[in-house]
Structures are given as structure tokens and as C-alpha cells.
């Protein structure tokens, strides 16, 4: 059994007390305990701010990208041992711990870039700025720089090692540094990335710090010029939104939080045709890819009435060929839960999906067998497929997320009528939509966008190219208005927004560009 330690202060420190302890979720075994009582967590965001600040501000965005990419570079060495402790803590088939460790190292690898794409700047700046009065001299422009704080991280079970990565490398590149939490029932993995980038990556100290289990006294020391960027459970977004230093010291907060993405098939789409075929495939993946606990997965599929009935018989056959055992296994497709609290959460809701109208077409809330698992063992459930034929009254099927691979079926009558039902999510991460008609597709991102962070257009020309709706590319946004959290990450150099002060500057434009090192041009000459 394993002892987890946080990373304060330039050293591993243990807690002590009671600690949490985590399973293995295909076999139930307990494999390492955590715990960060008696730990000082607020000495450790004094260290960020007045250790890793400076030293990270002391840096142009080439030297910051430069560091990211060794720590990409680092964490790539190790990520077949990485596969292995996704697997055992997570409970991951390859392909989804890849899917995890991958997307972790991709995103620093893309920060890196654009440091590098930055250069030997300190600070950003927006545009070349205009002129605010008569006087061509007198000049505006917008400049970025670094917030003085630290950034505190907290994330969810299902992506310990790219959840970590991808709010590190945008922080890291704006400049601030990091206090990173992992959500605790999956910490190994975070713990073994952490491990990676102290032991080789050369950061500088106070630059990353990792807490591993209970927040504690975390969050009570937030200050002015500290952001908070929070990936989990809606309720728990609330929570930490509504803290007393979040709202007393007006503290930058982004939420990522719930999401019932919907895919929808365009009234155009044939049943065989490529586009249609590409919403079959892109739902299975959703809904089983790590057994469904993405923040992305499908979880709504709007079809027209008239190929409800075909859509789910294609549906079942291709989920009926998903083999569900232990994820070490080559021949496994799906493996277990993250924990017996998501099973059961899990259960749950699709309880809550049956009582407000859907019914199960595919696959059963009950015990499973899985595959190369001893008897009873394990966090194990099917992709259950459930069906509401009265999509507007099945509310909890619009309301009520169930984190596991479960996806519910429904028709809608018209383009408007889709568009209607996807908004009853009230705000989402990503919808897909499947059409090759331009009017269609027209009405559908009119009224789509406004609820959702991204939208991916599946089209018959692209149907062999196309990402899945899941993939969370570092260049697009990530994020989703409403229960969604209403926050955004991400986006390239978007990104980099949360983390810097806006600042106008307004004053003589000549004075202003060599003291800032900038180039801003007087208007062009009528
Ligand atoms: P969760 O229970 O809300 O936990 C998320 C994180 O918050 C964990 O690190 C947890 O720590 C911490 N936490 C819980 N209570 C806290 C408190 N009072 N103060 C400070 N930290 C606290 O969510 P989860 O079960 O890990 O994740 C599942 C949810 O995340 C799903 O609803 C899913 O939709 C959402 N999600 C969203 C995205 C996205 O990008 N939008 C991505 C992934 C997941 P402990 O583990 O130590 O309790």
C-alpha cells in the first residue's frame, strides 16, 4: 500500500489523522492511502505567491514555454507507467488512460509552443490600440500582465493526469504559479505526474504544488489577486463560488461543472448515409469511452420521429458489441466505474431517467458480469441506452447528468423543435450535430450556440476526419454557459485571460511604446 504525500513548499509532506483510502475499481482493493491533516495548505499558497511568482514573472513567455515543454517531454518518458497506474487506480482500458495521459502531455506540448510563439515578452498586449482623443499623440491600448497571485486548481476523478496538465500549462505560461489539487479517489495518478515533473523537469520552486486529499484549509485564504479554477460536480461549484473569501476578496473564479451534451441528427441525414453513420459511431465512443465519465460525453441523442425506431436498433447492435471486464484486458472495451459512490450515483440517476418518462432500451442498471473479474468484484455497470418518446416532459432526462456510459434517445419533430430541447440542458459543453444541409445546419448553430461552449458539424465530407465530439482540443474552448459552470478554459491564447490583469493604458503613445516595448502604430494616413 502506497502513502501519498503533497508536494509544499519544495518538499513531500505527509498528513496525518485519519487518511482517505483508494481502491483499485476492478478488483476493490485498497492500493494507497492520502491524507493532508495537519498539513499548513495556506503556507503553502504564501510560498506560490511569494516564491513561484517571482520567479516565474522573471521569465518571458519563451523561457515559460520552454519549461513546459520539458515537462511535457518528461511525462512522456514515463507514460507506459503511467498507462499502468491509470488502469489500476482508475480503472481504465489503455486506449482511456491514454486518452487521459496523452491529452495531458499534448496540451503542455501546445502551451509550449506558444510560449515560444510569444517570446521574449513579459507582458500581452491587445491589438495596437487607437487613438482616444483630437490628438493623434494621446493613445489606448490594452495590455495583460501576470496576476501576483497563485492559482489554485481543483480537480475532478475522471482526468487526474490531463486535468492537472492542461490548467498547469496556462497558468504556468501566463506567468502564475500553480497549487493543484486532484479530486482524491484517483490522486495516484496525479501523484505519479507529480512525482515525474519534480524528480526532471527542472521547475522553478514554488512554481507546482500538489495537495493530495481533503482541501482543508485550501481555499481560506484566497486573496485579490488569486484565481480558482474548479472542475466538478455542479453542487460543488455552488459551493466554492459562494465562499466567503471568493466573495469578500472578489476572487476569479471559473467553474466547470455538469453537462448534458446532446448530439443531433439533421433531418437530412439518411439512415446508412456517412453522416449518419458517424452519429452512430461518435455515440457509442462517448457513451463507453471512459465508461462514460467525460464532462463531454453524449448524454442526449435528438433524432427525427421518423428514424427513432432504426436509430436505436443500430445503437443497440453496436453497443451489444462492447465487451465490459477488466481493463487490463486487450479484448475489453469498457471498464468499471471510478468508485462504488459513482456506481451508485450512477444507478441512481438512471433510476431518475426511468421515473420521469425514459425507458431502458439497452443494457440494465442491475450486476453485469464482466469479463476477466473475479465473481462479484468491482464497480461494474453496462452502457445502458434509455429512450423518451415525450422528450418535453422527461425532464430529468434534460436536467439530471448520470456520470457513467448511459445516453437517452429521443425524437424531436423539427430543426426548432431540436434546438428547443437541447436548450432544456441549460447550457452545455458540446453539441454535435450531424447534417449536410446548410440551412439546416444554419438554424441548428443559431440556436445551439447560445447553449453550448462548442459545437462539432458532422458532415459527410468529413465523417472520416472529424475528431469525436469528446476531444478537448488545447486551441478551442472548453467550457459551457449555465450548468455547464458557466466558465471557459482553454482556447490558445484565450486561455491565458484567467490568469493576466487587463489593464487600459492610456497616455502619449510614443512614451507608451518605448516604455512598454511595444509597437503602436498612429492610423494610416487618409
Ligand atoms: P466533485 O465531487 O465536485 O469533486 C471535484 C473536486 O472538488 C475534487 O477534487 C474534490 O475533492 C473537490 N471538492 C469537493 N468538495 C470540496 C470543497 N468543499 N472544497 C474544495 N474542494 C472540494 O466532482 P467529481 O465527482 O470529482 O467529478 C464529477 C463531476 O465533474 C461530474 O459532474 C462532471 O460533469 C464534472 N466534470 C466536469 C468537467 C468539465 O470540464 N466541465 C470535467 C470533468 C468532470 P475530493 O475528491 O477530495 O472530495
Redesign the pocket.
Known amino acids: 500500500m502506497i502513502t501519498l504525500r503533497s508536494y509544499l513548499q519544495g518538499r513531500w509532506q505527509a498528513g496525518t489523522g485519519s487518511p ?1 483510502t483508494l481502491v483499485d475499481p476492478t478488483t476493490e482493493e485498497p492500493i494507497a492511502t492520502t491524507s493532508t491533516a495537519g498539513l499548513d495548505l495556506a503556507a503553502a499558497l504564501e510560498h506560490a505567491r511569494t516564491v513561484g511568482g517571482p520567479a516565474l514573472r522573471a521569465m518571458t513567455f519563451a523561457e515559460r514555454g520552454a519549461m513546459i515543454k520539458r515537462m511535457s517531454k518528461v511525462l512522456y518518458e514515463v507514460r507506459d507507467a503511467l498507462i499502468d497506474v491509470s488502469i489500476q487506480n482508475g480503472g481504465t482500458t489503455r486506449s482511456d488512460a491514454k486518452f487521459d495521459i496523452d491529452g495531458a502531455t499534448g496540451t503542455l506540448a501546445y502551451y509550449a509552443s506558444l510560449g515560444q510563439k510569444l517570446g521574449e515578452a513579459r507582458l500581452l498586449v491587445e491589438g495596437t490600440g487607437e487613438q482616444l482623443t483630437r490628438s493623434p499623440r494621446f493613445w489606448g491600448v490594452h495590455v495583460k500582465t501576470p496576476r501576483r497571485g497563485v492559482a489554485v486548481h ?6 487526474p493526469a490531463w ?1 492537472l496538465a492542461e490548467k498547469a500549462a496556462v497558468a504556468l505560461l501566463a506567468g502564475v504559479p500553480v497549487v493543484s ?7 495516484l495518478l496525479a501523484f505519479r505526474v507529480m512525482e515525474r515533473l519534480v524528480e526532471a523537469a527542472d521547475l522553478p520552486d514554488g512554481a507546482l504544488q500538489l495537495v493530495c ?3 482543508g484549509n ?2 481560506d485564504t484566497l486573496g485579490p489577486q488569486d484565481v480558482l479554477a ?8 455552488a ?2 463560488r459562494a ?1 466567503q473569501a471568493v466573495v469578500a476578496r472578489s476572487v476569479r473564479i471559473n ?5 448534458l451534451n446532446s448530439a443531433v441528427l439533421g433531418p437530412d441525414a439518411e439512415p446508412g448515409s456517412d453522416t449518419y453513420m458517424m452519429l452512430l459511431r461518435d455515440t457509442v465512443r462517448e457513451m463507453t469511452q471512459k465508461t462514460g ?4 460525453a453524449t448524454r442526449r441523442v435528438f433524432v427525427p420521429r421518423a428514424h427513432l425506431e432504426r436509430v436505436q436498433e443500430d445503437l443497440r447492435e453496436q453497443l451489444a458489441s462492447i465487451k465490459v471486464g477488466d481493463p487490463a484486458l486487450e479484448e475489453v472495451r469498457m471498464g468499471p466505474l471510478a468508485s462504488a ?2 456506481l451508485a ?1 450512477v444507478r441512481a440517476g438512471i433510476d431518475l431517467l426511468e421515473q420521469s418518462g425514459a425507458r431502458i432500451v439497452h443494457g440494465s442498471r442491475g450486476k453485469v458480469e464482466p469479463f476477466g473479474v473475479p465473481a462479484g468484484k468491482g464497480y461494474f455497470v453496462s452502457p445502458v441506452l434509455l429512450r423518451a418518446d415525450d422528450p418535453h416532459a422527461a425532464r430529468a432526462v434534460h436536467e439530471h ?1 448520470v ?1 457513467g456510459p448511459v445516453a437517452t434517445l429521443m425524437p424531436y419533430e423539427d430543426v426548432a423543435d431540436a434546438a428547443r430541447l437541447v436548450a432544456l440542458g441549460e447550457g452545455g ?1 458540446v453539441t454535435s450535430v450531424y447534417t449536410d444541409d446548410r440551412a439546416a445546419l444554419e438554424a441548428l448553430v443559431l440556436g445551439l450556440a447560445p447553449w453550448s461552449g462548442r459545437i462539432l458539424c458532422g458532415s459527410s465530407k468529413i465523417a472520416d476526419q472529424a475528431i469525436a465530439p469528446g476531444l ?1 482540443l488545447p486551441s478551442c474552448v ?3 454557459p449555465g450548468r ?2 458557466g ?1 471557459e ?1 482553454l482556447g490558445g491564447e484565450r486561455g491565458l485571460d484567467f490568469y493576466m490583469q487587463r489593464t487600459a493604458m492610456q497616455g502619449d503613445r510614443a512614451l507608451l511604446a518605448r516604455a512598454l516595448g511595444l509597437t503602436l502604430e498612429p492610423p494610416a494616413e487618409a
Open positions: 482517505a481543483v480537480n475532478a476523478f475522471n482526468f486535468g489539487k486532484p479530486a482524491t479517489s484517483t490522486a486529499g481533503e482541501p485550501l481555499l474548479f472542475t466538478g460536480a455542479g453542487s460543488t461549484g459551493h466554492l465562499l467553474i466547470e461543472a455538469d453537462s465519465q467525460k464532462c463531454t459512490q459513482q450515483a447528468e456520470f459543453l478537448v472548453h467550457g459551457g455547464a459552470g466558465g478554459e
